[in-house]
């Protein structure tokens, strides 16, 4: 089954609003969280990130929420740009005996209208 | 800067047929993924390595084998293409598993198997 599901395919958010992506979990084993960021026809660039030992981190516009007991992270993206308009993969990973990976889940495609 | 170089960019392939995909990295580290992106599945992790000479099988690796031969290339091989391997392939590197630090994703690899 899918580890790390985002239920959303797509999001369309108005210019200057706040745009809410969801990602949940399965394995409670994993202890650290991500969200890239993806561009058609381009590779995926790590927006933020966060480790298991804390619930939250800002940077910029750019906030990750970690509820661990609910196995579910969202990003929240304040005052949204049509810039932002781009495929936001949420990834979990876990570290076992030194063989560490990284699951994604499906993606959400945001679009921020002007 | 991170570089992950990938080749071929883009491969048209017969089904049957022998393919394979490299990638090189030049940021000296120890870890290194094979992913598949395909519409409505996000990234799939297929094979990766944290060390030379030795490969991890992913979520999906049936149908492919990879190939370390040295720290700085990593490869994917498909013994015999299948139509449903159709897809865009990514290879990506990192430092730590991607656990504490991100990871760095090559060009991208657009495999059409006919």
């Known amino acids: 089954g899918q580890q790390v599901k985002q239920s959303s395919p797509s999001l369309t958010v108005q210019e200057g609003g706040i745009s809410i992506l969801n990602c949940d979990y399965e394995?409670?084993?994993?202890?650290?969280f991500a969200w890239y960021k993806k561009y058609p026809d381009n590779s995926p660039t790590l927006l933020i990130s966060?480790?298991?030992?804390?619930d939250k981190r800002e940077d910029g516009r750019f906030t990750v929420f970690l509820n661990k007991s609910g196995k579910h992270f969202s990003l929240h993206i304040t005052a949204s740009q049509p810039e932002d308009t781009a495929v936001y993969l949420c990834?979990?990973?876990?570290?076992?005996?030194?063989?560490?990976?990284?699951?994604f889940g499906e993606g959400t495609k945001l679009t921020v209208s002007s | 800067e991170a570089a992950v170089t990938q080749s071929p960019r883009s491969k048209v392939a017969v089904t049957g047929g022998k393919v394979t995909l490299s990638c090189h990295q030049t940021?000296?580290?120890?870890?290194m993924y094979w992913y598949r992106q395909d519409t409505g599945h996000g990234l799939r992790l297929i094979h990766y390595?944290?060390?030379?000479?030795?490969?991890e099988k992913g979520d999906i690796p049936d149908g492919y084998k990879a190939s370390r031969p040295s720290q700085e290339n990593f490869s994917l091989i498909l013994e015999l293409a299948s139509l449903s391997q159709t897809a865009v392939y990514f290879c990506?590197?990192?430092?730590?598993?991607?656990?504490?630090?991100?990871?760095?994703f090559g060009e991208g690899s657009k495999l059409t198997v006919l």
């Open positions: 990506a590197s990192s430092d730590a598993g991607g656990l504490t630090g991100q990871l760095y």
């Open positions: 394995n409670d084993m994993f202890d650290y």
């Open positions: 966060v480790r298991s030992n804390v």
């Open positions: 990834a979990a990973g876990l570290n076992q005996g030194g063989s560490a990976k990284l699951i």
């Open positions: 940021n000296n580290h120890d870890y």
């Open positions: 390595s944290y060390v030379a000479d030795s490969t």
